[in-house]
Every structure is written in C-alpha cells, then in structure tokens.
C-alpha cells in the first residue's frame, strides 16, 4: 500500500456507518455490510502497519480472555497475535485447570474473568445449538455484571468458531478475495462452490462452510453449495444464505455433484462436515456421555462418508472451473490425499499449487480479529487509527 | 470518588506506618493495621483509576509467577489482571509441566524461577501444615539467593490461599465491608456471624473462615463462629482471633447452631469446610497416596456432613438477623441449593438476592492483590501513586 | 560493572564482525567467535542493566513463541523471562493443547504461529537425529512463507535444547567462566573436565556435554570427555571438538575415568547421559511407541549404569583437581546423593559448597537468551544498546 493508498482507505471509513463500539461480534449476519466493510478495511490497515514495522498498540494494560472449548493451532495464536498488538495480555481459561467444570454457572464465571477485562474470544463448536447460545449467556452475564457496577466496563465477546458461524475465518476469507479479485466490488458475479469434501475422519463442524454461504452472499456472489444427499447444513442457515443472496442480486444454489458445483466457478471451497442430522444425534450422545453410541455413530458415519470418496478436489475436477483456474480456498488443516491421509479433501498436486495462497488466506485472520477488538473497544476509532498511521512510533 | 475524595485517600497514606517494601505478604495477621489499611486504599484507588479508564502501570517489564497447586478460576483471573494493570508479564508454574514433579527442591526452583520476576503468587491449600510452610521456603530461597548475588531482586511472595489463611480473599472481603458501611471505623461493633454450612462435597480448605476470624476481630468487630461439633477450625486460629478482639475491643464468640450465630448479626458469611481433624487425615492420605483411604474418609465425612443438612443459610435463618436485612457474604463458588446442587450453603432465593453483591465482593480481589504488589514492590508507593492520579495517561 | 567497564563492554562489540541479524542460532559451531563474544558481551550489559533496575525493552509488541517438545523449568522460564524482557508477549504452542498432533505438518504449522512473531524458541531432545532437524525444518517453512510474501518478516529460531546442543545453556556456562576467570582470553589453557556422572534414571540427553565440548574447545581450553566404555557422544560432535582443539590451539583428550579426567584441572562438569546407542535404541522404540521394549531397554540401562556407581563427584575425587579448588559446574538439577536419589551425580557435600554457583551458572540464561533474541532481531543492534545504557527509562 503506498501512503496515498493507506490514506484512502483511512477516508474510506469515514463513509461507512458503524455500531460496533462496545458490541459482541457473534455471527457476521447480524452487522451491516458497512460494518463488515469498516473491519476488513482496518484489518487491510493493521497488516500494512506491520509489514512497515510500525506498531498498532493502542492498550498500555488490560486483559483478553480465550476460552477455548475445542482444540485450536491456528485460532488461538490468530487471537494471541492480535490482542498483543494491540497491547492487551491475554489469559486462557482452560477448563480442566479452572472450576468451570465443577458445576460453576456461566454467569458467574463470565463476570470473575472480567473485571479488568476489554475482550472474551470464545471457541465452543463441539454441541449443535449451545456454542452460540453460550456465548450470548456470558454476554448476557457481563451485560448484567455492567449494569448492576459490578463491572467497571462490559467486555465485548467474539466468536472464535461456534456451532452457526466462525466470523473471523469467513472476514478472512473474504479479505482472502478481495486482494485476489482487487476489490469488494469486483466480487459482484463473481461464482464459488462451496463443497462437501471426503475426510477420513467424521464429526468436523459446520460453521464454516455456514459462514461461507452467510457471508458471500451478501456481496453479490453467485454462490453454490454442493454435498451428497444426507449431508445438509442447518436449515436456517440455508435459508439465510437465499434471502442474502436475493438482497445483494446474487444467487444461492444447490448442487448434487462437486463437478457441478465447479462448473465455471472462480472460487471452489471444498471441505467436509459432519451431516446437520449427525451433529444433532453427536450432541445428544456427548450431553449423555454414551461413549458406545458415538462409537456407533462414528462408525455409521464412515461408513457413509465412505461412498463419496470420489468428493476429492483433484486437477480433472478443477479444469471444469472458469478456465480451469479457480482459486483454491481452506481454511486449514485440509486432508490432503497422500499427505495427511490416503486419501482426503483434496490431492496432493491441487493442494501444493494453493498451498502458500492459503497460508496467506490464513494469515488475513490475526488482522481481521485484531480490527474487530479495536472496532469493538476504541470509541473514535478513525481518528485513532488516524494518529496511529501518521505517529512514526515503531 | 470525587477528585477530592481521592486526594483526601492519598493523603491518608501519608499519616500510615508502611514497612510492605520488599516483603512477602503470607498472612493479615503479619501485618499491621496501618499496613492493612494502605493496601484497602491503594487497591480503592486502583479501582477508582481503572473505573476512569486510565492506567496505573507502573512496571516497563518484569516477571510475575504464579504457582497454583490446586485448581482455581477466580484467584488465577485476580492474579492474573492484577500483574497485568501494574505492566508485569505472567508466567503460571504448571507443576505437570514443569520438572519440579521430579524431586528437584523447592530451594533451587525457587531461584531458577525468580531471575527476572518482581512477584511470586502461590495458592497451596491443600495440605495442613504445608502450604504456609511451603511459602517460607520460596521466601527463604529467593532471600538466600538475593544475598549470594544470585538475585539481582529478591521477589516478594504473595499467599494466594495457604492451608492457615487467604489474605487477597478476606481483604477483598474487608474492602466490602468498609464499602458496605462506609468507612472501617464503622466496622466497629458490627456483628458478623462466620458459619459452616452443609455442602454435599467436602474437603474445602479451612483457610476461608480462618482468614475471615483473623482478620475481622482486628476492626473492632463482633464475630461469632459456628459450626457443628467436630467441624472446628485450627485451634491457633481460634486462639487468635480471641486475642485480637480482646485487642481491637472488639468480641469473638462461638456458637453452636446457625440460628444462634444469626441472631440480630448484620453480616453473614455461611461456607462449608472440612473439619481440623478431618484435613489432618486427609493430609496423612494424600501424602501417603492411600486412594482407599481417601474413599473410605470421603464416605465417613459425608455421612458426617449428612447430619447438618439444615446448616443452610435460607430465608427463614436470615429473618433471625438484624432487621432481616444482614449483608450475606461469600467467596464464591457457593454450593446453592437446587442451582449447583440438590441441598447446599444456602438457598436459591437468599443466594439470588445476593449475588450481584458477591460478584462485587470478588471484583475487589483483583485490586487488592495489585494494592499488595505495588507496596511489596514500589518504594516511594505514595509519591508514584501521586503521579499516577495526576497525570493524564490512559 | 562501572559506567566506564560498561562503555568498554559497547566499544567491544564496535570490533566484532557479527553476522546475527535475522538468523536462527541453532549450534553455537554454526557461529563464529566473534559472534559468541558479541552474545556475551550483550548479555552481560543486559545482566548489568537489570542490577541497576533498568529497562532493556526494545519492543513494543510482539509474540515469542516457544514450543516445547520435553518438560522443563529452567529453560522454559528464562525463555519466559528473555521475552518478557525485550517487550514480547509469550505465547506457549503445546502440543497437546493444539492440532499439531493430528498430522498437521511442520511447514504448515510453522507459517500459522509466525503471522506477527519475532522469536520461536525450541526444545526438542528426545528424539536422536530429530530435534535439530525439526529447528531446520520450521526455519526453512518460514522462510518460505517469507519468501512467498505469507510473512511480513521471517522470525529467528532459537534452539533451547536439542539431540546435538543446547546453545543457551553452553553459553550460560560459558559466560560463568568467563566471569569465573575474569576474562575470556583468561580461559585459554584452563583444564575441564566434562564427565559422565551415575545418576539413577536414564535416557538423560547427551546435548549437554556435547554442547560443552563443542563450545570450551574454542576458547583455547584443555578439554577432558570421560565416561565408562560405552557411553560415547554423537561421534561427529566429538571429532568437530578435536578439531576446534586442534584449531584455537587447546586441547581434547578421552580420559576412561572420573579420577584421571579430574586429575589438576580448573573446572569440573560431572553430569550423567544415556550412550549414544542407547538414544538411538529408545528413538526408534520411541517412534514404535514400543512400550515393552521401552521397559526393556530401561530395566538394561539401568542394570549397566548401577556397574558405575563410583562415578560420582565426591570429596575424594574434588581433591584430585587444581589445589583442590577446581570449579564444580552442573546445568540443575543435579542428582544429589542422600539429597534428590540415595546415590548420585554428585555428593551432598560437594554439591552444597557450589550450590549457589550452580544457581549463578544458571541465573545467566535468561541474559544470554535476551542477547541472543536482541542481536537476531535489532539490524542496528549496537547503537540501539548504547541507546538504551544512556536513557534514563527505568
């Protein structure tokens, strides 16, 4: 970005009409395309402040929370990365060292991480309908611990992956194509498969794939998802993605096959889940604990995953997509076929040509986090970022 | 706080005897009224700087430890935001991950950890006669390697919970209390009734009731403790607090029923523990590794505990109280009958009434720990809080 | 260290040609002389700072990443305290915690933590012929993702223990020396001996005395090796330690007891491993994740090692060294006879005399890792250095 560029992109947010300040980033649906606009353009910022060597700290002392209810490489040092550039520490609360597994109730625990806290990341995708209830529970908690002056400032809460959506990655994502296509503008028409994918493995969430859909629509993307018959998302979130599609003069369709879905595509996102029907009865089984039934369930499942081996991204599927170079989209880790896996997701040959595109696709998303804390925390948050960028502090 | 009220606070540690530089911080009772009340202030002020939003960093860099050897959410988030607002890093001694497991002493890791470190947290409540004992010989350590040079710094030693007491715990506490009343000259003559309650777990350390009993009958306040027959607490903590009220013209009782302790007090503070004799066994268990000891003491104690069943705080006991209207106290987690458990300390509705207000109560630990820091710690402490209240820096 | 010793110690480095910057420091024979004077001499400015209560912040964010692949105490806090120091946040990537164990590769795993990272610190050493390449194979995966643009900067590796070296400890050891004897030059001639030692457990790593040997060699020093028949080193590092002798005109000798190796020399390093044959056979049992032949292969060590219970550092054996005086070295903890084991490395006796050395030896690490992460990260290094010793900042 040259500083004229910068500059422009500072003015940019001067024309976009934002309510994020003190807010909880939950789901990408729920804020308006000019606040979704507003994070991508301060995550683009942030990244060129980085790559110059300048600082973007903005906290002389605070804390950040993680709550981590699932593993995580990626996203746990995404949110460490961003919340220490911006100046906060960051604390994890781990389940197994803490008390939360002895009966404490959401509530009180969500107001005793607090008091000196500006940020909660939580990652909770493991049980169909609770880890996006649970995360409106502690800001419902934190809201109450507020008001009531127990807290002295209500910390905002983001989504670092839930049962519905994982906004951080699908903000990196589209950040991921407005660089490839040079705009947001330019994803007007512009067509991506969204595909079920064969995995080894079972039981992977669906928020991604949910996000996907969720959020390209509203860019005017003509957006397909495909998977075998069986292996639905949350029917809301389809439902989402078609009223998406019609507001933006997009499209949203389904496809039965991963060769028509790529059909002249300019993106292809292909990656496995675990049937909507499947985590539904997986919930049930985890809640109970029934150790035998998801042994059972898992075998079920493999079994049935084990028809649709041929759902493989591979070079003969990707020369059906728009001159037979379409960008390859992961949000990592893929099972690459020969690699990670006998055989996975995608080849070996598709995966290396878009391996380093997709760390960069990953590499949007300590930014993207970082733009949604600042956004979420700093109330004149233009003309602060303003000062950052003409400060020569490094 | 007015500017003026806080002027008028900082001014009142001019007028206190202060010799905190430099020491540990183990037990209330080590300290003087004057030291107790500088921290209660320091920590007022902390508060009232973060309600404003503005910083009272006082360290560049620096390492704080923290040692838990048993589990703990709230403590670790105190500690934890505490080291954090003073601009100290955190690193957590996780005893699984680290080689202290395999015989090395206590000496020499006392000395491995403390190279750069300002202040070291440690929570070890678990056996009798250990954990205070295990304090000592981190402080004794680092003062052995401080004078042989190996230390640039010696480290000051915080009792996050030992088995005798839990000083940032009853001070937090106390801090409520000066809220809830005013001032702590209006302690003075106030009733609290310190109270077992029936708990359907056992084994809770004793450190709670005892740090509450020590430290109360310092202010002139009447205590009352109760508990069935056979739950005492460590006779030498008894003996104490008998010795201070006698000091502070205050008055410690013993009473025998809940009813009786409740009667006209205007505070309450009902928690289960585990008897004296009970810990002492348990601590020959633990030591010796004897599961089946465990068990069988486990099994005994709550048949014990399944006699007292009506050591609940309800609200039918808290009519008993002054005006109906004592204030209920607890350190959290509290066992809430019908919440977190079918029978526990105390009711649903008495609990509810109250629980903003131990919310509250806990949201002063994180500040009293920064309070006991920055005395331990900072020499001129009154004259950089000065500075810190003037100066503009957010 | 006086104002004009410390200026004397900035001018020094004037004269070093020191090529650091934006390197990985993996094996100290990887560097030149030059460049391990230039860590030394930093580290000892740092080691001064610190005394005086200054600040040697040079960052004002940033993460540290340490990955630790075996437990430790030492090592990982003065990583924690090195960074903290500088002005970088730690984030830990445990293997555990993350997807790393799920067939996540190296290359991938290596670009995802180093979005916003300065600094990865490894500990790998229980594999033999793994550890150091795995430190190659994440240098070579970010230096890729730099190359491709996926990385605004390439962070440096720091090796903190591997199968061949453990740079930071040599170092720290070397430093003691250094200050043992006054200078470096002052080494030039000085007899060690680097000698196994019994100890109880097995299957200790043989990185220490092959770092020692690797490293002393270059200073001009009269290094012994002694073990019993068959408990050789990685042969290559013994043969690079003849030709260091060879080459700064000091000397290598095998001696085939701890009575002759300890015969008239300076210092003394008696410290226990596991053959070098006996690593490879518990690599590959390792690999297998072969429990019984685990089991095996210790129940035969440990029979072979009881042959040599009389190599223990003793009274007896201290008077064959120097005047008696020689200098007791030990990287901690030690295996103390009637102290941590019945029977041991070393004597209660002679390791109580040079306890608190040992704890001095170790107290360098923390300052040697702040050099070696400083001279790694800052381009200007020695002008940012004088810098900081002329700033008032505390």
């Known amino acids: 970005m040259t500083r004229t560029q910068m500059q422009s992109a500072l003015n940019s947010l001067k024309r976009l009409k934002v309510d994020l300040y003190g807010k909880d980033f939950l789901l990408t649906w729920d804020r308006s395309l000019d606040e979704l606009k507003a994070v991508l353009t301060v995550a683009d910022i942030f990244s060129e402040l980085h790559k110059a060597g300048k600082s973007f700290r903005v906290f002389d002392t605070g804390l950040a929370i993680s709550i981590f209810r699932d593993k995580s490489t ?135 794939p949910q996000g996907i859909i969720g959020l390209m629509t509203r860019f005017g993307m003509r957006v397909t998802l495909a998977h075998p018959k069986g292996y639905g998302l949350i029917p809301e979130t389809v439902a989402l993605a078609e009223a998406n599609a019609r507001a933006s003069k997009g499209s949203f369709t389904i496809a039965e096959s991963m060769e028509e879905a790529f059909a002249n595509v300019d993106v292809v996102y292909p990656k496995s889940w675990a049937p909507f029907q499947v985590m539904q009865r997986r919930t049930e089984l985890l809640k109970k604990n029934d150790r035998n039934g998801l042994v059972e369930l898992e075998k079920e499942c493999l079994a049935n995953n084990a028809q649709f081996k041929n759902w493989e991204c591979d070079d003969a599927k990707m020369k059906l997509t728009n001159g037979g170079k379409a960008l390859y989209m992961h949000c990592l880790p893929a099972d690459i076929s020969g690699v990670s896996c006998v055989q996975g997701e995608v080849s070996k040959e598709v995966f290396e040509r878009y391996r380093l595109a997709t760390y960069a696709e990953a590499g949007n998303k300590p930014f993207v986090i970082a733009a949604i804390i600042f956004l979420a925390r700093i109330s004149n948050a233009r003309k602060v970022l303003q000062k950052i960028v003409k400060s020569k502090r490094h």
Not at 92 to 105: P, V
Not at 171 to 183: E, I, P, R, V, W
């Open 74 to 208: 990626r996203t746990r040092f995404s949110f460490a990365s961003a919340v220490n550039a911006l100046g906060l520490g960051l604390s994890e609360l781990d389940e197994e060292k803490s008390q939360i597994a002895h009966g404490e109730t959401v509530r009180e625990t969500a107001n005793m991480i607090s008091f000196l806290t500006e940020i909660i990341g939580i990652r909770d995708d493991m049980f169909l309908g609770e880890g996006n209830r649970y995360m409106r529970e502690v800001g419902a908690a934190v809201q109450e611990g507020f008001e009531a002056g127990v807290l002295h400032r209500r910390p905002s809460i983001v989504n670092l992956q839930c049962d519905i959506d994982h906004p951080t990655q699908s903000l990196a994502d589209l950040l991921h194509l407005k660089k490839h296509f040079g705009s947001l503008d330019k994803l007007r028409g512009k067509k991506i498969a969204m595909t079920w994918a064969y995995s080894p493995s079972y039981g992977k969430p669906l928020s991604v």
